[in-house]
C-alpha cells in the first residue's frame, strides 16, 4: 500500500502542480458555470443539477483521457520507466497509484461545481439526493473513463494515441448502441448493457442501481487489472 501512495502522490503533484493543470481546472469551472447559469435556472422547469452533470458527463470524456494518456507513455518517453519496474511496488501497485492519481485530481474538478449545487439549493430547493445520487454516478463514471485511459496509455506508444484510443472507443459504444436495433435483441441487450451514459441517467435522476455500481465498478477494475497483466508480461519478456 505504501508503494500506491507513493506513486498517486508523485503522480498527483505532477497534475496538480503543472500548468495544464490548472488550466483544465479552470476551463472545467468556467464551461460547467456556464452552463449552470444558462440551462439549469431556466424558467418553468424544475431545478435540479441532472443537466449539468449531463453535460460534464461529455467533458470528461474529453478531461479523463487528458489525465490518463501520460500515465505510462510519458514514463516511457522520459526513460524512467524502467527505474520504475525495478522500484519494490508491482505492476498492479504502480497502475492503481497511478489511477488513484488521477481519480484525486477528478474528484477536484467535481468539488469545483459544488458551489453550483449548494446555490441551487438555496434558490431552487431539489432534491439533496438527487443531488448526491448525481455526483456518484459522474464520479463512477470519470472512473470508468480513467482506468480506460490508462489501459489506453499501456497500449499506446504516444500520448496523442493514448488519448484518441480512449475517447474514440467510447465514441464507438455510443455509436453501437444507436445502431443497436439492426443487430438484433441479444446484440442490442449487450450493447445497450455496456455502454455508460444510459447508467449515468439513473444516477442524475436520484434513482441508485446496485447493477449500476457494479457494473461502474467491474469495468474500472477489469481494464485496470488488464493494464496491469500486460506490463507483468511486457516485463518478463
Keep these: 500500500m505504501t508503494g500506491v501512495l507513493t506513486i498517486a502522490n508523485r503522480d498527483f503533484r ?3 502542480l503543472s500548468p495544464a493543470g490548472y488550466i483544465v481546472a479552470a476551463l472545467f469551472a468556467l464551461i460547467s458555470g456556464i452552463v449552470f447559469t444558462r440551462q439549469v435556472f431556466l424558467p418553468g422547469q424544475p431545478a435540479t443539477m441532472s443537466t449539468l452533470l449531463d453535460f460534464d458527463a461529455v467533458l ?19 526513460g524512467t520507466w524502467e527505474l520504475l519496474v525495478a522500484s519494490p511496488p508491482g505492476m ?4 492503481f497509484g497511478k489511477f488513484l492519481a488521477c481519480f484525486c485530481f477528478l474528484l477536484i474538478l467535481l468539488i469545483l461545481t459544488v458551489p453550483c449545487a449548494v446555490l441551487l439549493e438555496i434558490y431552487g430547493r431539489p432534491d439533496p439526493g438527487e443531488i448526491l445520487s448525481g455526483y456518484l454516478g459522474i464520479g463512477l463514471m470519470g472512473s470508468l473513463y480513467l ?3 490508462i489501459l489506453a496509455s499501456t497500449i499506446a ?23 443497436a436495433s439492426v443487430l438484433g435483441d441479444r446484440a442490442a441487450d449487450v450493447l445497450f448493457a455496456s455502454e455508460p451514459y444510459g447508467r449515468l441517467q439513473d444516477f ?7 447493477a449500476n455500481i457494479i457494473y461502474f465498478l467491474c469495468g474500472i477494475g477489469m481494464f485496470l487489472l488488464i493494464a496491469s497483466g500486460l506490463l507483468e508480461l511486457g516485463r518478463r519478456r
Design 60 to 78: 470528461l470524456l474529453f478531461i479523463c483521457p487528458a489525465l490518463t494518456m501520460r500515465s505510462i507513455c510519458e514514463e516511457r518517453k522520459q
Design 204 to 210: 442524475t435522476t436520484g434513482l441508485i442501481d446496485t
Design 157 to 179: 506508444g504516444s500520448q496523442t494515441i493514448a488519448f484518441l484510443l480512449t475517447v474514440f472507443f467510447w465514441i464507438l459504444v455510443g455509436l453501437a448502441k444507436a445502431g
Design 14 to 16: 505532477a497534475l496538480f
Design 147 to 149: 482506468a480506460s485511459g
Design 92 to 95: 498492479g501497485s504502480i497502475v
